[in-house]
């Protein structure tokens, strides 16, 4: 139990409370007992060890030790890191797919990356490239469906306008075993804007 209860992950803030990295529980504690970090509580209080390891916290993962029980952090804050997210996400076919969380954005159906594929909304042959805000992932019907038209032309429509996701959505869409209590730090949303039927 404890071996599992210190690989839970954690979210690592700089002293900004900005995201930087998830670590596990173990080295959040680590950060904490050498006073590099502080754990969040309740309220978004902050703690060093000490009065981290008084804190009574019903229903949280707990580490015990001969003499203590100790709370496993799901947040800490760095108390000397500057350090903020990286400005791009790199352009790829699989952070498209993340992006788009794996959805034709014509007509909503989920797949796995194998049975789908990715649209050139204004298509190569008539100038489109391979970018951000040109690029969506699509079913293989509607890309079938939509060919080398436009939208106008296909008179088909995109349930969100293509972005280039925010440093933000560049961190989380990575992130693996997201915690109730890292939702005001980190959304796993992609941000576009929806469009009008107008």
Known sequence: MRSSVLSEPALVLNKSWLPLRVCTARRALILLFKDLARAMGDHYSLHDFGSWVALDLDGRPCVRSVSLRIPVPEVIVLRDCDRYLPTRVVYSRRNLFRRDHNTCQY??????PENMSIDH????????????TNCVVACRRCN?????????????KLVRSPEEPSPQMAFTMHLRGRK???????????????VSDH
């Open 144 to 156: 079938e469906r939509k060919g080398n038209r436009t939208l106008h032309q296909s008179s088909m």
């Open 180 to 194: 109730p209590s890292w939702r005001n730090f980190v959304d796993d949303s992609f941000g576009g804007k929806v």
């Open 121 to 132: 909304v204004v298509p190569r042959s008539r100038g489109g490239g391979a970018s951000w």
């Open 107 to 112: 007509c909503g159906q989920r797949g796995s």
